[in-house]
C-alpha cells in the first residue's frame, strides 16, 4: 500500500511534518492531506465559509474537509457550514488532482489566519 503527503499545523502556526508519508487505510491512497487546528476566534460560519469555498472553487482539484467522522466537498459553503467547526476544532483538508498541494497550502492559511478577519 502506496503512502501519502500529508501536514499538519499545530496552534502556534507552524507547520509540522508537511510532506511526510504516511500509511493510512482511507479510501484514497494518492491524496496530499493537512490536518489544522482552528485557533483563532472565528468560527466556520458564513463569511469564513464563503471565502473558504471561494478559495476552494478557484482550485482545479478535489478538496474535502473532515471533522469528527464527517466529510463535505469544500466547495459547498453549506456542507462548510454543517460541519459546524469552531475554534479549538481539528479539521483534516484533503486534495486530489491538479494543483493539490497549493490547495492544501492556500486552504490551511486560511484558518490559522482567521480567514484574513479581523
Not at 79 to 85: D, T, V
Given at each position: 500500500m502506496e503512502g501519502r503527503k500529508v501536514g499538519s499545523l499545530g496552534a502556534d502556526g507552524q507547520n509540522v511534518e508537511f510532506?511526510?508519508?504516511?500509511?493510512?487505510?482511507?479510501e484514497n491512497e494518492s491524496a496530499d492531506i493537512c490536518r489544522v487546528e482552528m485557533v483563532n476566534?472565528?468560527?466556520m460560519g458564513f463569511g469564513p465559509a464563503c471565502i473558504?469555498?471561494?478559495v476552494a472553487i478557484s482550485c482545479l482539484c478535489d478538496i474535502r474537509v473532515f471533522k469528527g467522522g464527517r466529510s463535505v466537498n469544500a466547495k459547498s459553503i453549506m456542507?462548510?457550514?454543517?460541519?459546524?467547526?469552531c475554534p479549538g476544532d481539528y479539521l483534516t483538508i484533503e486534495a486530489e488532482g491538479p494543483g493539490a498541494d497549493e490547495a492544501i497550502k492556500k486552504l490551511s492559511a486560511?484558518?490559522?489566519n482567521s480567514y484574513g478577519i479581523r
Open positions: 510532506g511526510a508519508v504516511i500509511n493510512t487505510h482511507m476566534r472565528h468560527f473558504f469555498a471561494d456542507e462548510l457550514l454543517a460541519l459546524c467547526a486560511l484558518i490559522t
